[in-house]
């Protein structure tokens, strides 16, 4: 047996799983390549501005960026191009949502938002993609990875208020 395939499997049906309809999740990832997942129950997500993610890591080449905010934030991600100008959706643990001290700084979704979670073989362009798929079942980036991530990309752009008066 394909090793690989039957982790995918897993890693699939552990976020079907998510959706009240597990079968529901199949079918739209079957026909659109995309399942609407409630968050809040196994992990929630971090939404961060395209641009502040490129800002943090230096770089606007997808495969750069895939490789570094891989190695700074250590689980999965997605990009929707779709949500104003591109966002990156960082998962992390479905309880740490409930705790998120940071909306000043990267909004949490958590409970009663629902995602769209692309297919696995989902991992460019176009469409909703995984930058970073899951490795395993609960790979999800860590909390303070993120808030050190998007303080130093906000730190690297122009503030906002400057650019006002020019």
């Known amino acids: 047996m394909d090793t690989q395939g039957a982790l995918d499997r897993a890693i699939g049906e552990w976020l079907a799983r998510v959706h009240p309809a597990p079968e529901q999740a199949r079918a ?12 809040g ?12 993610v490129h800002a943090a890591v230096d770089f606007c080449d997808r495969d750069q960026v895939a490789c570094a905010v891989g190695e700074l934030l250590g689980g999965s991600i997605i990009y929707d191009r779709r949500a104003s100008g591109g966002t990156y959706y960082a998962l992390i643990q479905a309880d740490a949502g409930l705790a998120w001290a940071y909306e000043a700084i990267a909004t949490c979704l958590g409970r009663g938002t629902y995602l769209g979670v692309p297919r696995l073989d989902q991992q460019q362009p176009p469409g909703t ?5 899951p490795r395993y079942e609960g790979d999800l980036c860590a909390p303070r990875a993120i808030v ?4 130093r990309g906000r730190s690297r752009l122009p503030d906002p208020a400057s650019m006002q008066s020019l």
């Open 28 to 39: 739209e990832w079957t026909t659109q390549g995309v399942a609407l997942l409630p968050l």
């Open 41 to 52: 129950v196994r992990f929630a997500a971090v939404r961060m501005p395209e641009d502040v």
């Open 129 to 133: 993609y995984w930058v970073v798929p």
């Open 148 to 151: 050190s991530l998007i303080t």
